[in-house]
Structures are given as structure tokens and as C-alpha cells.
């Protein structure tokens, strides 16, 4: 993050710009927006202009340490700006001067023009501070923090480790700081005695910067304070989510205790994804509640297609298949109960207030079965579907007993089958498809008229395109007994019945084109060869 360097801040490069510091009543600076940095450096003019011979230096006396009590009074008194030249860090003596006996080597001093500058903010009182922390960061920025050994060593393992190592150092530089703001900040809260106030007036990013440099600094109380507010503020947005995320991670790996924060999106419990989707799919199939269903069911769908999406490494495991085709086999189940009660003699003539569960019931099955069904194919596992479907041979016999008001549901269902296998979402057996159509075709076409008008979600040119490539997925011979068993409906009922005329059309040229076509070649051809053998 950062590199620690014990060096001299040079005589010329420093500029010194007024910014406003902002003192805590805990008696801890409040470091400059990255906007006022960003102001302080481009406000930087070159050293054109010869500047005015200044008086000889003063020798510095050194203070006296100030007493702990002493301090936080001091360090209430507003941040001075001080020249980064008249205070220097240094752990030695000065380099000895070059030698004098070959002066024309010696290379040339530099300009004052055409030194690097630097933008230096002092922070807190170096009278009552024995300490010194110098931060380089980007773009030229020079920070000095005059600070408290004691609380330096106290508060962080980096600080205590350092300056254990040199105990006679005033004086620390640290170079190429990455977020010397945060930098700032962060030194700042080792003299916050109420930590976790301060960080509730912070945004998430900047909780997680300072995160970040509390780690390098070793600075433990601050990242428990900082994980305990991550723990419970709200993570507005995906990307913030991520960030948290990932930089807690990081921590987790260096040993931190970081599971109160992870326990946010992560679960101990085994087998958790499957246990709650089954119970998730359970309350919305069971649901009476119409629009809390409809909207149930589009979040689900769409959280599941999200799902589907993703690479398959990084997928979640295929955690309900066998529950959903669990629960399409009891939707089925139900649905055929509800068919006989309603196919019994005299139903129709039972009072509205006794037919009218039955026939709410069977268009809830209808409808679990269709969403299903979607699920299905979005997971393109809908094969073994279509078979069960078009298995259901008692289900279509009670189908026309029924009246059409009850019983038009089922048909979306086959309708949704067709346009399914049309487009290739799910690719059934031979058989399954012949199975299909003779088993769901003319229920399908009987409840097609009611279909248009009084299903809202009934897409009719979907459907005929989906049943006639459907059909035209079969052998020539299947393909001739419906369309022509379909040209007898349409001859009769017209608009009433799907328009296949398409799907009839590519028939007509299979079956009386085509062969005369291949015929004429292959006797063109025959002709052509006895041609060149007479020659």
C-alpha cells in the first residue's frame, strides 16, 4: 500500500496553500475533501518570480514533551500550514559535501524553476506533539501530521513496530500513499474516544477506504469498528454489495474476524438453496391471492433465468429439477380430480356457488402448470414434460365434457408445447411429438375460438406457427393425416380453427413438387451420361 521512507524533504520544492481544517471537539482533525486536494494542487503556480531574500535561519529549540492531559486542548487549536523545508525528517547526518578538487565535473544545481513542487498541509500542533508523520501521496501532495508517539504506538501494530525498531526516531515519511486522505482520517480516529459515531456520518466507499488503510496500519479497534458498521448499514446497490464484499473477503484471509458481516450473504446452513426454492415454489403454487401470485411468479422466473444465464461454473447448482417435476405430477394429479368432479353427470346444473371453486381451482393448476412449464423450459429440461403431457389421454377424454369456460386453461398448456418444440426450446422424441398431437390437437382446436377472445395472454399467430412446425417436424405420411384432417376443420369452422396454412403449403410442395423435381433431375442426369457413352 504504501512505502516507508526516512528521508529529507528538500529546500524549494514546497508550496504553501491556505486549506481549510476542520477540528473535531474530540480534538481530532478532519481531513480535506479529495476536491480540495484536487483544488490545492492545480492551484500551484511556477516559482517565475524571483522571491524576496529572506531573513537566515532561526535555530529551532525543542520543546518539551507535553503531558497526555495537556493534549487534547492543544489539538483543538486550528491546523497551521507550515513550508515542509523548516521542520525536516532526517535519521542522520546530512551528506557530506562533494569534493571540491574536480570542479569541472561537478553537475550543474538545478534551477528553483525547475524543481518538483508540493503542496504541504500541516495538521495538528507541533508544539505539543514528539512526533512527526510525513505522507507522500499522488500528484505531489506532502502531508504533515504532528502526533503523539504514545498514541501512535497504542492505537497501531505498524506504528509500534516501526518505531520499536528506531526508538530514537521523530520523525517518520511515509511514501507513495495511495489515499492519503484516508491516511489522514484514519490517524485522526486514534484520538476518537466515540469511534462509531464518527463512522455513522460516513458513506459505505469510505468506510471501506478507511478499511482498508486501518489493515496496513494495523489499527485494530478501527477495523472492528468499521466491520461492526458494515455489519449493520444498508449495502444500497449490487456494485456496493460487491465492494463490501470482496474487501472483507480479503480480510478474512489475513485471519480478521469478518463471518458477523458475511452472514449477510452467505449461509452455514447445508442444503439452504434447495430447501427454500422447494418452499418458495410450494407458497406460490398454493397461493390464492391472484395478483400476489402473477407477481410472485414473474420474480421467481426472472431470478431463475438470471440463474440460467451465468456461465456454468458460477451458476448455482441445479438445486430443483427433481422438485419441479415433483410438483408438476401433483398439479397434474390434481388437475384430473378436479376434471372427473367436473365431468360428473348434473355439474352444470349444480349451483353457480358450488361449480365456482371447482372451476377456480382448475384454472390455478392450469396456471401452476404452464409456470412450471416455463421454468422447465428456460432450464431446457422440458422434454420429459411434453412426454408426461402427452400422456394424459384420460385427462384429454373428460377434456370435451367439460364446458369451455373450465376446461380452455389446459389448452394454453399445449399450445405453449407447440410453440416450444417450434422453436426448438425443447426437442422431444419422434414419438413424444406424434403423442402430442393426437393426443392435444383437436382439444386444442376445439377451444381455439374461445382461446382469441377470451384469453389476454393467447398469442395466435405464436401458436399456428408453433403447431405447424411442429407437425412438420414428423414423417411425410404423419404430416398428410393431420394437415388433411385439418383442412376438413378449417373448411368448416374457418376463423374457429387455427390458420396452419403455412405449415400445409411446405406439405403440398414435399408431397407433389419435390419428387417431380427430383425426378426431372435424376432423368436429366440419366439422359446426359447415355449422351456421353453414344459419343
Known amino acids: 500500500m504504501a512505502e516507508i521512507k526516512l528521508t529529507r524533504v528538500e529546500q524549494g520544492q514546497t508550496k504553501i496553500k491556505n486549506v481549510p481544517i476542520a477540528v473535531t471537539p474530540e480534538g481530532f482533525?478532519?481531513?480535506?475533501?479529495?476536491?480540495?486536494?484536487?483544488?490545492?494542487?492545480?492551484?500551484?503556480?511556477?516559482?517565475?518570480?524571483?522571491?524576496?531574500?529572506?531573513?537566515?535561519?532561526?535555530?529551532?529549540?525543542?520543546?518539551?514533551?507535553?503531558?497526555?492531559?495537556e493534549r487534547r486542548a492543544a489539538a483543538s487549536a486550528p491546523s497551521r500550514l507550515v513550508p515542509s523545508d523548516d521542520q525536516q525528517c532526517s535519521t542522520g547526518p546530512e551528506r557530506p559535501p562533494a569534493s571540491t578538487s574536480v570542479p569541472a565535473e561537478r553537475a550543474p544545481r538545478p534551477k528553483i524553476e525547475t524543481l518538483p513542487r508540493k503542496v504541504a498541509i500541516e495538521f495538528g500542533e507541533p508544539g505539543t506533539c514528539d512526533m512527526k508523520v510525513v505522507l507522500l501521496g499522488k500528484q505531489g501532495f506532502s502531508v504533515k501530521l504532528s502526533v503523539h508517539r504514545d498514541v501512535l504506538i497504542e492505537k497501531s501494530s505498524f506504528f509500534s513496530d516501526k518505531l520499536s525498531e528506531l526508538s530514537g526516531l521523530s520523525c517518520l515519511q511515509i511514501g507513495d500513499c495511495e489515499d492519503v486522505e484516508m491516511y489522514v482520517e484514519t490517524v485522526g480516529l486514534m484520538y476518537?474516544?466515540?469511534?462509531?459515531?464518527?463512522?455513522?456520518k460516513q458513506s459505505v466507499p469510505r468506510i471501506l477506504r478507511i478499511l482498508k488503510v486501518a489493515e496496513f496500519l494495523g489499527f485494530s479497534s478501527c477495523i472492528q469498528s468499521c466491520l461492526e458498521y458494515l455489519e449493520a448499514v444498508p449495502w444500497v446497490g449490487e456494485e456496493v454489495e460487491e465492494k463490501v464484499v470482496s474487501t472483507v473477503l480479503k480480510l478474512q484471509g489475513e485471519g480478521i474476524g469478518v463471518n458477523p458481516v458475511l452472514k449477510r450473504v452467505s449461509s452455514d446452513i447445508s442444503n439452504v438453496p434447495k430447501d427454500t426454492l422447494s418452499q418458495i415454489i410450494e407458497?406460490?403454487?398454493?397461493?390464492?391471492?391472484?395478483?400476489?401470485?402473477?407477481?410472485?411468479?414473474?420474480?421467481?422466473?426472472?431470478?431463475?433465468?438470471?440463474?440460467?444465464?451465468?456461465?456454468?461454473?458460477?451458476?448455482?447448482?441445479?438445486?430443483?429439477?427433481?422438485?419441479?417435476?415433483?410438483?408438476?405430477?401433483?398439479?397434474?394429479?390434481?388437475?384430473?380430480?378436479?376434471?372427473?368432479?367436473?365431468?360428473?353427470?348434473?355439474?352444470?346444473?349444480?349451483?353457480?356457488?358450488?361449480?365456482?371453486?371447482?372451476?377456480?381451482?382448475?384454472?390455478?393448476?392450469?396456471?401452476?402448470?404452464?409456470?412450471?412449464?416455463?421454468i422447465l423450459v428456460d432450464k431446457q429440461i422440458a422434454d420429459e414434460f411434453a412426454l408426461m403431457w402427452a400422456n394424459q389421454q384420460e385427462l384429454a377424454a373428460l377434456h370435451a365434457k367439460l364446458p369451455i369456460?373450465?376446461?380452455?386453461?389446459?389448452?394454453?398448456?399445449?399450445?405453449?408445447?407447440?410453440?416450444?418444440?417450434?422453436?426448438g426450446e425443447l426437442l422431444p422424441?419422434?414419438?413424444?411429438?406424434?403423442?402430442?398431437?393426437?393426443?392435444?390437437?383437436?382439444?386444442?382446436?376445439?377451444?381455439?375460438?374461445?382461446?382469441?377472445?377470451?384469453?389476454?395472454?393467447?398469442?395466435?399467430?405464436?401458436?399456428?406457427?408453433?403447431?405447424?412446425?411442429?407437425?412438420?417436424?414428423?414423417?411425410?405420411?404423419?404430416?398428410?393425416?393431420?394437415?388433411?384432417?385439418?383442412?376438413?376443420?378449417?373448411?368448416?369452422?374457418?376463423?374457429?380453427?387455427?390458420?396452419?396454412?403455412?405449415?400445409?403449403?411446405?406439405?403440398?410442395?414435399?408431397?407433389?413438387?419435390?419428387?417431380?423435381?427430383?425426378?426431372?433431375?435424376?432423368?436429366?442426369?440419366?439422359?446426359?451420361?447415355?449422351?456421353?457413352?453414344h459419343e
Not at 34 to 39: A, D, L, M, S, T
Not at 301 to 329: F, G
Not at 463 to 488: A, F, H, M, N, Y
Open 429 to 533: 422424441s419422434k414419438e413424444t411429438r406424434q403423442l402430442l398431437l393426437q393426443t392435444w390437437l383437436q382439444p386444442l382446436m376445439n377451444d381455439y375460438n374461445w382461446l382469441q377472445h377470451g384469453c389476454r395472454s393467447f398469442d395466435r399467430k405464436l401458436v399456428e406457427e408453433g403447431i405447424g412446425r411442429t407437425i412438420l417436424t414428423l414423417p411425410l405420411e404423419d404430416q398428410q393425416s393431420i394437415l388433411l384432417s385439418w383442412v376438413g376443420s378449417f373448411l368448416r369452422n374457418g376463423d374457429s380453427c387455427p390458420n396452419l396454412q403455412r405449415a400445409f403449403e411446405v406439405w403440398w410442395r414435399r408431397t407433389f413438387i419435390r419428387p417431380y423435381v427430383e425426378s426431372q433431375g435424376n432423368a436429366i442426369s440419366d439422359s446426359s451420361v447415355l449422351s456421353k457413352k
Open 405 to 423: 369456460v373450465s376446461r380452455y386453461h389446459v389448452s394454453c398448456i399445449s399450445g405453449r408445447l407447440c410453440v416450444g418444440i417450434g422453436r
Open 29 to 69: 482533525w478532519c481531513c480535506p475533501s479529495p476536491v480540495v486536494f484536487q483544488k490545492s494542487f492545480k492551484a500551484q503556480n511556477p516559482l517565475n518570480k524571483p522571491k524576496p531574500s529572506s531573513s537566515p535561519p532561526t535555530t529551532s529549540v525543542q520543546k518539551k514533551p507535553v503531558p497526555v492531559s
Open 283 to 374: 407458497l406460490v403454487l398454493k397461493s390464492n391471492e391472484e395478483r400476489g401470485r402473477r407477481e410472485m411468479k414473474s420474480i421467481v422466473l426472472k431470478l431463475l433465468r438470471e440463474n440460467n444465464n451465468l456461465p456454468s461454473h458460477a451458476r448455482s447448482t441445479d438445486i430443483c429439477n427433481d422438485m419441479i417435476y415433483r410438483s408438476c405430477r401433483s398439479c397434474l394429479d390434481s388437475l384430473l380430480s378436479l376434471f372427473k368432479q367436473a365431468a360428473e353427470p348434473g355439474f352444470a346444473d349444480k349451483l353457480s356457488d358450488d361449480r365456482e371453486p371447482i372451476v377456480k381451482h382448475i384454472a390455478l393448476e392450469a396456471d401452476n402448470l404452464s409456470w412450471l412449464l416455463e
Open 192 to 200: 476518537c474516544k466515540e469511534m462509531k459515531q464518527r463512522l455513522m
